[in-house]
């Protein structure tokens, strides 16, 4: 399947290499230029960028407790339908509750929504033959999400890159530094972005062609359509004063790499099951 993806991964490290250079000297001056933090479209993606990452482990727990006939795996995947819905619910809280909520509220909203979404899972007609490499999928879905927030966050970590927004609050552009120098931990978490790095959780489609002869004919759509969700999510970062062009380059291609090798390893072990055509 990389075979058939190719094109499409020159093209994206091509672009993440060029943003990386272009960042070198840009990264401040960009920030600067398109700053605006009370921008709709760009609050809108604050709100939303994270979503494809906080209702993956849902959608993965309810296909898992559906697709699987062993025991281990049903309960596996209502751990994972539920403690993702707790996961979503905290975002939600965060973003789109009145402020004054307590954090509770949002965890009772996502649990509510794993509920409804595992009740709807038992009007799923999944066809025998589908069965075990949705599971697989699925699985490997939940692996690359737990992976891309062990990477970004002991990365932001040991980066200890400032914000913009926090040199705006500081009057000064003196903590500035480039992004290829890690300032060890101090508390701030610039780089990379987690948010555009959630985001490209989006990327997961490009696993879609190993079950559906529908989205291999439109493969093409499976990059397209997150290279565009996540591009925009990385540019609304630049505008809310978040992040600089080079943390979301680096939180875009840790997400990408991430699903790459996904898909690597599922060619490799899993042959029989997801033949390359």
């Known amino acids: ?42 609050r809108w993606f604050e709100a939303t960028g994270e979503m494809p990452c906080r209702l993956l482990t849902t959608v993965a727990g309810v296909v898992l407790y559906y697709a699987s006939d062993k025991k281990v795996m049903k309960i596996f995947g209502l751990l ?38 595992q009740y709807c899972g038992q009007y799923l ?20 999400m737990f992976a891309q927030l062990g990477v970004i966050e002991i990365t932001k970590y040991l980066w200890g890159r400032v914000r913009f927004r926090d040199l705006l609050k500081a009057g ?33 489609m490009m696993l879609l062609p190993f079950v559906s002869e529908k989205w291999y004919k439109n493969r093409a759509w499976c990059f397209v359509i997150p290279f565009v ?7 609304t970062r630049l505008v809310m004063g978040a992040h600089y062009l080079s943390d979301v380059a680096m939180g875009g291609i840790i997400g990408f790499t991430l699903v790459i090798i996904a898909i690597k390893i599922i060619n490799q072990k899993f042959l029989l099951h997801f033949p390359e055509r």
């Not at 075979?3 to 070198?24: D, E, H, M, N, S």
């Not at 339908?81 to 789109?96: D, E, I, K």
């Not at 003196?174 to 959630?198: Q, V």
Request: glycine fraction near 8%; hydrophobic fraction near 50%.
């Open 1 to 42: 399947m990389l075979k058939k993806y190719r094109p499409y991964i020159i093209i994206f490290y091509a672009l993440g290499a060029a943003a990386l250079v272009a960042a070198i000297f840009a990264d401040l001056r960009l920030d600067i230029a398109l700053n605006n933090p009370q921008d709709i479209f760009a």
């Open 172 to 204: 000064s552009y003196d903590a500035f530094t480039a992004w290829y120098h890690p300032n060890g931990i101090n508390g701030n978490k610039s780089f990379p972005s987690g948010h555009t790095c959630s985001a490209a959780m989006s990327y997961l």
């Open 229 to 235: 969700f996540t591009t925009l999510t990385a540019y």
């Open 125 to 144: 007609r999944i066809p025998e033959k589908l069965k075990k490499p949705l599971v697989i999928l699925s699985l490997a879905g939940i692996a690359v």
């Open 80 to 117: 994972c339908n539920f403690g993702g819905g707790a996961y979503l619910g905290l975002h939600v809280q965060r973003y789109f509750f009145r402020d004054d909520l307590p954090v509770y509220v949002g965890v009772i909203f996502g649990i509510g929504v794993a509920a409804v979404a």
